[in-house]
């Protein structure tokens, strides 16, 4: 199966069709939970949240502790070299 402009026999159809339709199924579930990611966002804000706080906070639970500390240290250092530390 190339990508040239030639034919393709009628099982490598049907399995091109399957993995297309898959993928645009995940892609409606996808942005699905994305509408539902941003009305929880919402609902925190109008809580009186901060969002940007929020997204951060799960940026950090996404990484582990070490990930983490070497991220802030990194952050850090630029930040005295830039002056933005006492």
Known sequence: MGASGGSID?????QLRTVV?????LEEEKAALAGD???IYAEAKANGFDT????K??????KDAS??????AILATYMHALG???
């Open 21 to 25: 339709e898959r993928i645009e199924r």
């Open 84 to 86: 933005m530390l006492e």
């Open 52 to 55: 940007k706080a929020l997204r």
């Open 57 to 62: 906070i799960i940026s950090l639970r996404k």
């Open 10 to 14: 009628k099982s490598a159809k049907e």
């Open 67 to 72: 990930e983490r500390q070497t991220e802030e």
């Open 37 to 39: 990611i941003k009305d």
